[in-house]
């Protein structure tokens, strides 16, 4: 192990030598408590983490939301600006796939301000949390209208209510 082989390389250098060696008291090498005990701590020597989710920079992310084809906004297509709007409300609110899926665009669940300034989602009445007894959970989400025009300096702001 001083060479830093990988584990999975000691496990092929175990079964050749298993295929080529007579076995201690009527076991195999690799079935050997000696081999196994150090086997066991090999594994956990060298352990290779890998990241689940490749790295990502969110300024590019935000960067190319604000050039085309997201903007200018008069002139971008709706499947775009659903896709936008989903990603920032996302993103600003940190919440589990399943919750914002259970944000209703239903009448009595979506609501504007007077101005059409903001918009407030309310989760479908049906949906049941995974984590149902959490601090975080809420039942509706804001958004201001305004946080799709990052160009003319406006912040995204989203606020998740009780």
């Known amino acids: 192990m001083d060479k830093s082989r990988a584990f999975s390389t000691v496990k092929v250098y175990l079964a050749a030598i298993s295929a080529c060696h007579v076995g201690i008291d009527r076991n195999t090498i690799g079935q ?34 604000s050039q085309p084809p997201f903007e200018p906004i008069h002139s971008v297509e709706l499947k775009l600006l659903s896709l936008k709007s989903a990603l920032l409300l996302a993103l600003t609110t940190a919440k589990r796939v399943s919750e914002l899926h259970a944000l ?3 009448n009595s669940c979506m609501q504007f301000a007077m101005d059409y300034s903001r918009v407030t989602f309310k989760t479908n009445p049906a949906f049941v949390p995974k984590v149902s007894e959490s601090a975080l959970a809420c039942k509706e989400v804001g958004a201001s209208i305004r946080s799709l025009f990052p160009r003319h300096g406006m912040t995204c702001s989203c606020v998740a209510s009780q």
């Open 32 to 65: 050997n408590p000696l081999v196994c005990r150090f086997m066991r701590g090999a594994q956990h020597l060298n352990r290779i983490s890998k990241p689940l989710i490749l790295p990502w920079d969110l300024s590019v992310v935000l960067n190319a939301l």
């Open 104 to 106: 209703s665009v239903h």
